[in-house]
């Protein structure tokens, strides 16, 4: 399952967000998304948990709990929506 993680502080790096879930259970990916101009976080990441039942005790256990000084919103990701090419 793949898990939105939001509202994260610009200092969370993907190995906070990789040990953090891992105590719900194997994380197979973490990343928290970067600005390519600034290089800085864009404030939101992504967990991949291959378990199901993992990453519903995950969100259960992490939404609104603080990380950093900020209370991280976790769901389930959305699928992305196509979006029309830039020209």
């Known amino acids: 399952m793949n898990i939105y993680v939001g509202n994260l502080a610009y200092g969370v790096t993907?190995?906070?967000l990789h040990?953090?879930?891992s105590a719900s259970g194997e994380v197979?990916?973490?990343s928290v998304i970067m600005d390519k101009m600034t290089g800085?976080?864009?404030g939101f990441g992504f967990v991949e948990m291959p378990s199901n039942a993992d990453a519903a005790s995950a969100i259960k256990a992490l939404n609104e709990q603080p990380l950093?000084?900020?209370n991280m919103r976790v769901n389930e990701a959305k699928p992305r929506e196509p979006r029309a090419p830039r020209y």
Do not use: E
Request: aromatic residues 6%; charged residues 35%; glycine residues 6%.
């Open 14 to 16: 993907d190995a906070d």
């Open 19 to 21: 040990a953090l879930f």
């Open 28 to 30: 197979s990916a973490a």
């Open 40 to 42: 800085q976080s864009k």
């Open 68 to 70: 950093k000084g900020r």
